[in-house]
DNA sequence: CTGAAAGCGCTTACAG
DNA sequence: CTGAAAGCGCTTACAG
């Protein structure tokens, strides 16, 4: 038998009310049955039940996180392990634990959310991904249950969301691209449906017309998936009708597929650049200029936002901005 | 409010009693009844709270995963995103919740673990990693609190582990450097406290030795973490004193560092094997032969021993060994 | 400053 | 086959 509350009170001879006020640390325990009481539960090694807590003050502690549905191939994407990094980091501070669950399908992904909300077990949810006309979205808004994003959703008003600010990045890597002597500029982004896809891709045509370039649509491709393949095909596809002498790509996995391409085809003076600046794009030859988005610090601002709000802090914002920075290279 | 069991009942006309031997699905119940209630149940859309049956039945089914302290860099290693996922998959089949929590280091480590199993959160731990004189495995079992463990422990008596057949594995790794013509062949590998790390370094003395060749000291090096940075290293000290032909890593990244190193010092022809076969070293030049060591199942079985452990299945093992397969490249 | 009592939302042994 | 009651281990409004 675990020993509880009450063993401590008999112990500490006072009621379970003060040890569990002590325990609170109620500013109107005096210091002497402080003493006492801490005293006996150091004694017991007592620790308080997590599970009737949470009961007693119907909140638990946890956050939700709902991993994406998807193929195997996103969720393998370096991206998400240092956002559940960043989102352990900040919760664990702040005395919060992590639960996630993984989906196959969108089907599944709700099924997943909606037992969260209702089976009482988190406090709150951290969404990976927020998609154009994003579901779960919706519905954590309908049931107004605690939430935060990571990704700027589409109608962004009174939902809590972290971002990059992607269409900046974007420009920022076809401005350099330009000022490298680049006119004729690639595009391969990510399916449509990511919020983020869009406004990459918003960068990229203004960097263009800012210097007074018309974007082609024969240099822009939209691709399934972020896998090194997808990134493959894309390429070849915008070589068969075109030349560019750069590729932009919004993934390092994209660009690794790219730079495939262009090495059997020998095509050895395209620069490829990706997003996320993945560890291994230093040691590939030539190695890999990217978008470094700082993903360990998108989930860690999730986690804060939402559990600000769970505290109701005061917050300025409903959402966050994390910096990117361009890391150049070869 | 929420809707509890008493306004289901309410509904029903019937007891709270009898709501929760439907929810059960408890035998003795008529099926008018079950009928009665279940539709209720619809209609009030009606969803028991985790939290109170956790409490009445003395179980969460959550289970908690420590992810081990390190630097950054082991845990940006694919291997955990993959086992995590494992992990998730039979425990989601078989109606567990997952909690992970990050540590920076052993102390935190291990008070996340005191935490996890006095707090009475979780019914059972995942450990990622066994290392040398664990710590952890140590506690867990004097307090016999149930437990599955990733790795191989050193004493693995009465603990419930699953694991690669790490010697063999790199036993066939050696074996097929050496099938290719290499005899001169350095081993690099990861910190010694992780008891794979000494498993592999055996499989590869004793390839060499079936051939006939004896294990040279200067050929073996054990780097500090499992960057591409300590593959360098490691490389380069090698290379001090000694010209081998091939060099067999136990982790792809160390694999990476090691390529560099030979592109720089342009020794083209030494081969270079990796572990985890990550996705990535097919698209290296030369593409990298690696060890697939399976890192979902490692995952998906760990949650398997432990979950049925706790629901006191009949195991025949206290262990499960996952295949590896020697993924061969350029 | 502290205690007795009720309550959080379930489960289950006991009785019928 | 079903219900009333006690219990899981906490918290907190109320009373003193």
Redesign the pocket.
């Known amino acids: 038998?675990?020993?509880?509350?009450?063993d401590?009170?008999k112990l500490a001879?006072?009621?379970?009310?003060?040890?569990?006020?002590v325990?609170?640390n109620?500013?109107?325990?005096?210091?002497?049955?402080?003493q006492v009481v801490n005293d006996a539960m150091k004694k017991l090694k007592?620790?308080?039940?997590a599970?009737?807590?949470s009961?007693?003050?119907?909140k638990t502690n946890i956050l939700g996180i709902i991993i994406p549905n998807s193929d195997e191939n996103l969720f393998k994407n370096p991206f998400f392990i240092n956002v559940l990094r960043g989102i352990s980091i900040y919760s664990q501070k702040s005395g919060y634990h992590i639960m996630y669950t993984y989906s196959k399908n969108e089907e599944e992904e709700m099924n997943y959310l909606k037992e969260y909300i209702y089976s009482?077990l988190v406090d709150g949810i951290i969404l990976l991904t927020a998609v154009e006309n994003d579901p779960l979205i919706q519905y954590l808004k309908e049931e107004d249950f605690p939430f935060s994003v990571i990704g700027r959703p589409e109608i962004s008003e009174g939902v809590l969301w972290v971002d990059n600010d992607n269409f900046k990045a974007m420009y920022d890597v076809v401005n350099y691209l330009i000022s490298k002597g680049n006119s004729e500029i690639g595009f391969i982004g990510g399916p449509q449906k990511f919020v983020f896809s869009t406004d990459r891709l918003e960068g990229y045509k203004m960097a263009l017309g800012a210097r007074g370039y018309q974007f082609k649509n024969e240099l822009i491709v939209h691709t399934e998936g972020f896998d090194m393949n997808n990134g493959y095909l894309a390429c070849e596809k915008i070589f068969e009708s075109s030349r560019p002498t750069a590729i932009a790509t919004t993934d390092d996995l994209l660009a690794f597929g790219v730079r495939k391409y262009l090495d059997e085809k020998e095509l050895i003076d395209v620069k490829v650049t990706g997003f996320n600046n993945i560890p291994v794009n230093e040691f590939q030859k030539p190695s890999i200029t990217s978008v470094d988005i700082n993903s360990e610090c998108l989930g860690y601002s999730a986690a804060k936002l939402l559990i600000s709000k769970l505290n109701d802090k005061k917050m300025i914002n409903n959402h966050l901005i994390v910096e990117t920075k361009l890391v150049e290279r070869d």
Do not use: C, F, G, H
Request: aromatic fraction near 2%.
């Open positions: 038998m675990n020993v509880t509350i009450k401590v009170a001879k006072v009621s379970p009310s003060t040890v569990s006020r325990i609170a109620n500013p109107r325990i005096s210091d002497e049955t402080k007592y620790r308080p039940n599970i009737a807590r009961l007693a003050n119907r009482n």
